[in-house]
């Protein structure tokens, strides 16, 4: 675990090294617009996301399993009126009692790449993206990935107005290679979502992550209310967030009685 934290403190350093090489003095963005742009997963905004869930009660040996999801938001303007936005989701799991009672497992999961086509203006407020999704098998533990590459198609829409954020995202994987003796992924993945920010860039959201798995017919449903305010530490911009997290539908043998979700997101605006 430790080598994995080392690497994740490696690329976001190097990330954020990057980013503000690259960036050039402009005038100072407020604190509205940024929590806006947050709320928006198409903007064209860098943002360095460190979103930490824990659950716990899982299952029948009581388990517990904290996920630490790495997510660089990355956009490209490919010209005047299209945007390429990439988004990289690198989880670091912990858990325990999960696979049997006193069992326990740490490392990676596989990590899933996003990229999105986007206009790099909205008409009225709406915004929409498309694009393709990928999931890498770089999982260090076999019992926290699938060991497969996967890839499909992913779609957002939204809307913003009078400070709402409405809209939704989703993506389906399916494997293409890997090892043969692992199960197939068929996987769609939805998510709701909505916001209200304030001018002074506290918000509140609410938004459901919903996972169909095609191969084994489950559906898995967390709802996930936070609360989000913009400030900085010292000359950095952040973003922080917390709220439940709530279980609403799992596989059988796989809910969890509650969870926790904080988020600690380093921003830079273009």
Same mark, same amino acid.
């Given at each position: 675990m430790k080598t994995i934290f080392a690497i994740l403190i490696i690329l976001s350093g190097s990330v954020i090294t990057g980013i503000l090489e690259a960036q050039e003095a402009k005038p100072e963005i407020s604190a509205e617009e940024l929590a806006k742009k947050l709320s928006n997963p198409v903007a064209s905004l860098i943002s360095v996301p460190f979103q930490n869930n824990t659950d716990v009660g899982i299952g029948q040996y009581n388990g517990s399993k904290n996920t630490l999801n790495f997510q660089p938001v990355i956009p490209i303007n490919l010209s005047s009126k299209l945007n390429l936005i990439s988004r990289f989701i690198i989880p670091v799991v912990s858990q325990h009692n999960i696979t049997g009672e006193g069992t326990g497992q740490h490392g990676l999961a596989d990590a899933v790449v996003?990229?999105?086509?986007?206009?790099?203006?909205?008409?009225?407020? $709406?915004?929409?993206?498309? =694009?393709?999704? $990928?999931?890498?098998?770089?999982? %260090?533990?076999?019992?926290?990935? %699938?060991?497969?590459?996967?890839?499909?198609?992913?779609?957002? &829409?939204?809307?913003? $107005?009078?400070?709402?954020?409405?809209?939704?995202? &989703? *993506?389906?994987?399916?494997?293409?290679?890997?090892? %043969?003796?692992?199960?197939?992924?068929?996987?769609?993945?939805?998510?709701? $979502?909505?916001?209200?920010?304030?001018?002074?860039?506290? =918000?509140?959201?609410? *938004?459901?992550?919903?996972?169909? *798995?095609?191969?084994s017919s489950t559906t898995s449903v967390f709802i996930n209310p936070t609360i989000s305010g913009v400030t900085k530490l010292g000359k950095q911009i952040v973003s922080l967030a917390i709220g439940p997290r709530i279980q609403v539908a799992a596989p059988d043998g796989s809910k969890a009685d509650f969870g926790v979700r904080a988020a600690v997101t380093f921003v830079f605006p273009k």
């Open positions: 996003s990229a999105w086509f986007s206009p790099a203006e909205a008409k009225n407020g $709406f915004i929409w993206g498309v =694009g393709p999704v $990928f999931l890498l098998p770089i999982a %260090t533990n076999d019992l926290l990935g %699938t060991k497969k590459l996967g890839i499909g198609p992913t779609a957002l &829409v939204l809307k913003q $107005f009078h400070g709402w954020t409405m809209g939704a995202l &989703v *993506n389906q994987i399916w494997s293409v290679a890997g090892d %043969t003796s692992r199960s197939d992924v068929s996987q769609m993945f939805i998510q709701p $979502f909505m916001s209200y920010n304030w001018k002074s860039g506290a =918000g509140l959201g609410l *938004n459901a992550e919903i996972t169909q *798995n095609w191969i």
